[in-house]
């Protein structure tokens, strides 16, 4: 489904908290494009909404109504995780492209749905899986693959942050709302693993817990016994990939004084890739057998290069211009009659590391993809 005429691409959204808007922020931006019409039951976030798309802009309580009463090229959902796959409902069959926020969805059997549903689609369906946008990752991404640290070994993500944020009726505050932190949250580093690596992931190994944020938070306190928030805070996960790689995820969430808010190395038999975010890349090349069987020192050369933006970044947001650019990436797809970089088979697996890794957290043992995700499942 190709848009080929001169019009803009007209946009609604669905969900319009904190990423809603942002995504609003970015369509205005975006060339050729205008916010149309928003969907959400909550006022006050249509009314953020309304304010953000700087003009006129329809607003509905539910998705259908404004489906069926606008005239829309794109539609964006970015609803509380749990409920994609009931929101996406109204959607299928009709001629939009779909942008989804991420996770998928917040278990595997939802977004196998998902991806059922999307096969006989007749528009785009694109995860918003954005980080593989930000400029340093981007490039550090490309780096690898054209193979500055040889056949990779080890790659690791660190990121030391802030504190889940605050949203609407702190639905964030609960695995049964979110999918769980590793879900929720970590999907970014799973796509970032795969995309980076190539490979498929077979095994996880994870420990993790919830040690300082939120403990003294509670929720529907008119229950007789109020609820506690139970996101994880804290955890290590390895990731085992059928190519002999090794992937660490490094993620604390109480660590708001760190310089850099993620940082990511790719180490192999040839060199090493760094890049931190927001910030700059580092590649150390060298010939690593000749220095050690020449009995040299590690004297191997380093460039350092800033990578702190591109030029094709109009909107920065809250993702260090990384949201604009997944629009700039959708917005081509649609218009040539391409397919989505960031699709819904990436949105099953980044889901599927994230709940095995959490199984792992649970039964204390390491996971087979295997068991979350049947082996065929994503078979054409």
């Given at each position: 489904?190709?848009?080929?005429?001169?019009?803009?691409?007209?946009?609604?959204?669905?969900?319009?908290?904190?990423?809603?808007?942002?995504?609003?922020?970015?369509?205005?931006?975006?060339?050729?494009?205008?916010?149309?019409?928003?969907?959400?039951?909550?006022?006050?976030?249509?009314?953020?909404?309304?304010?953000?798309?700087?003009?006129?802009?329809?607003?509905?309580?539910?998705?259908?109504?404004?489906?069926?009463?606008?005239?829309?090229?794109?539609?964006?959902?970015?609803?509380?995780?749990?409920?994609?796959?009931?929101?996406?409902?109204?959607?299928?069959?009709?001629?939009?492209?779909?942008?989804?926020?991420?996770?998928?969805?917040?278990?595997?059997?939802?977004?196998?749905?998902?991806?059922?549903?999307?096969?006989?689609?007749?528009?785009?369906?694109?995860?918003?899986?954005?980080?593989?946008?930000?400029?340093?990752?981007?490039?550090?991404?490309?780096?690898?693959?054209?193979?500055?640290?040889?056949?990779?070994?080890?790659?690791?993500?660190?990121?030391?942050?802030?504190?889940?944020?605050?949203?609407?009726?702190?639905?964030?505050?609960?695995?049964?709302?979110?999918?769980?932190?590793?879900?929720?949250?970590?999907?970014?580093?799973?796509?970032?693993?795969?995309?980076?690596?190539?490979?498929?992931?077979?095994?996880v190994l994870a420990s993790g817990g919830q040690d300082v944020n939120h403990l003294d938070e509670r929720y529907r306190t008119e229950l007789a016994t109020a609820e506690v928030p139970d996101i994880l805070d804290n955890a290590f996960v390895v990731v085992e990939f059928d190519s002999g790689a090794r992937a660490l995820l490094d993620l604390c969430m109480f660590a708001e004084g760190s310089r850099w808010e993620q940082e990511l190395a790719a180490t192999g038999d040839r060199g090493k890739v760094e890049t931190h975010v927001p910030g700059f890349m580092e590649v150390v090349r060298g010939a690593r057998p000749e220095l050690v069987l020449g009995g040299r020192g590690p004297d191997w050369p380093v460039e350092v290069t800033e990578v702190l933006d591109d030029d094709r970044i109009l909107e920065q947001g809250g993702h260090h211009g990384a949201s604009y650019l997944e629009h700039v990436a959708l917005a081509e797809a649609i218009r040539s009659g391409g397919t989505a970089e960031v699709g819904v088979d990436d949105g099953v697996w980044s889901v599927a590391m994230g709940v095995a890794a959490h199984r792992s957290i649970d039964e204390g043992r390491p996971v087979d993809l295997d068991e979350v995700l049947p082996a065929g499942a994503l078979a054409d």
């Open positions: 489904m190709r848009h080929d005429d001169d019009r803009p691409l007209r946009y609604g959204f669905v969900g319009v908290g904190m990423m809603g808007v942002e995504h609003i922020r970015n369509v205005v931006a975006l060339p050729d494009a205008v916010p149309v019409a928003a969907a959400d039951p909550h006022e006050p976030s249509l009314a953020a909404a309304a304010a953000a798309a700087g003009g006129p802009l329809a607003t509905y309580a539910g998705t259908e109504e404004m489906l069926d009463a606008e005239e829309l090229d794109v539609v964006v959902v970015s609803t509380p995780n749990v409920s994609h796959r009931e929101v996406l409902g109204p959607c299928w069959g009709r001629p939009v492209h779909l942008l989804v926020e991420k996770p998928l969805c917040t278990t595997v059997d939802d977004a196998l749905a998902v991806r059922a549903a999307a096969a006989s689609h007749p528009g785009l369906v694109a995860v918003g899986l954005e980080y593989r946008y930000m400029p340093p990752v981007a490039r550090f991404i490309d780096e690898v693959h054209r193979g500055a640290a040889g056949r990779v070994v080890m790659l690791s993500i660190r990121e030391h942050r802030y504190p889940f944020l605050a949203k609407v009726g702190d639905w964030n505050r609960f695995n049964r709302n979110t999918g769980g932190t590793l879900v929720e949250k970590c999907c970014h580093f799973f796509d970032l693993m795969r995309v980076t690596l190539g490979a498929r992931p077979v095994r």
